[in-house]
């Protein structure tokens, strides 16, 4: 592993089922975010974490969780998915909390049908 | 709060001519800058940052970008693009104030190189 991975590549999902997205990072990063990006809204903040352990919500969080048990890995869960949430989701980790660069991953395309 | 505006949502331009991607941001206290650019079916990864200091940026495939305070702006300059250029640009600020800082990105600019 190099960087942050994101799994699934794409996923196609009924609404109404529970979907979780992983990502793992191997830089040792303490912050880790999810954002969604969709045409015309540019990326939004879903839920941040600073360090294992804490969580926050970020500009959309509604209809999403997430757990942050280890520094390596922050997964995100829709509980009950929506075709609202249909979009691309990118996970993205910096060394320190909001002033240094994020690193992002290679993004998970979900269509909620 | 803070906020990102990003002018034009599509930059046409042809090869080997100069470029500016417009980025202006708002903030009540010190900020810092940045410049990410998503090539197609790609995250992001960083172009620049400004944190303090010169107000001239440097970075990777010869873009730079200028912080000017009074004018809260920090745009994105190439003075001759190449057809790898093609790729959507985010400007994004976080505040320099202590504790959690959040980053705000502003929609994208798509810059399309023309042959």
């Known amino acids: 592993i190099a960087g942050i991975t994101q799994a699934p590549t794409s996923q196609i999902l009924a609404a109404g089922r529970r979907m979780t997205l992983r990502c793992t990072q191997d830089m040792r990063h303490n912050a880790m975010y999810w954002y969604r990006q969709d045409l015309g809204l540019g990326l939004r903040l879903i839920h941040y974490?600073?360090?294992?352990?804490?969580?926050g919500k970020g500009e959309v969080p509604d209809g999403y969780s997430v757990s942050r048990a280890n520094t390596d890995d922050f997964p995100l869960t829709l509980a009950s998915a929506v075709p609202s949430q249909t979009s691309v989701y990118f996970c993205a980790s910096s060394s320190l909390a909001g002033w240094d660069e994020q690193f992002f991953g290679p993004g998970t395309r979900l269509t909620v049908l | 709060a803070q906020s990102v505006t990003q002018l034009d949502s599509q930059v046409p331009v042809f090869e080997e001519a100069p470029v500016e991607l417009r980025c202006n941001y708002s903030?009540?206290?010190?900020?810092?800058l940045f410049w990410y650019v998503q090539y197609p079916n790609q995250g992001l990864q960083l172009l620049l940052k400004?944190?303090?200091?010169?107000?001239l940026v440097k970075g990777i495939n010869g873009f730079e970008a200028e912080f000017n305070k009074s004018q809260t702006s920090f745009h994105l300059r190439k003075p001759s693009v190449h057809i790898s250029d093609t790729a959507e640009y985010f400007c994004a600020v976080t505040e320099g104030s202590g504790g959690y800082q959040k980053v705000t990105f502003g929609i994208g600019t798509k810059l399309q190189v023309i042959p």
């Open positions: 974490s600073n360090t294992a352990g804490t969580t």
């Open positions: 400004y944190l303090s200091g010169s107000t």
């Open positions: 903030s009540s206290v010190s900020v810092y």
